[in-house]
């Protein structure tokens, strides 16, 4: 009795790895989709001085013509996440002063 449970649990076992790699595929590319925007009013925010509208950045010291999250290097399009505001998405026409242009 105890070989054909030890059985039961090794045939579960090796089914739940097997199957692992999988489930983790979409959790990763579902983990994006739901990122809350960033409240301007945050710290990080604010120590960046990022803007939800990049035309209110102009009077910025570091504010390029043209520049937006959409076109800067650390915005990722797919999830509208930016690695400086971990956890929160940004909005593409928004700036920071940590704007840097895409090769």
């Known amino acids: 009795m105890i070989d054909s449970s030890r059985r039961?649990?090794?045939?579960?076992?090796?089914?739940?790895?097997?199957?692992?790699?999988?489930?983790?595929?979409a959790l990763t590319s579902n983990a994006f989709a739901a990122l809350p925007m960033l409240d301007p009013n945050a710290p990080n925010a604010k120590a960046l001085a990022y803007v939800p509208d990049a035309a209110n950045a102009s009077s910025h010291a570091a504010f390029k013509a043209g520049s937006a999250c959409s076109n800067c290097n650390f915005y990722n399009a797919g999830s509208g996440a930016c690695p400086l505001f971990a956890g929160h998405a940004v909005e593409s026409n928004g700036w920071c002063q940590a704007w840097v242009k895409k090769p």
Do not use: C, S
Not at 10 to 15: D, H, S, T
């Open 8 to 25: 039961k649990f090794v045939k579960k076992g090796l089914f739940g790895l097997a199957a692992l790699p999988f489930g983790m595929g």
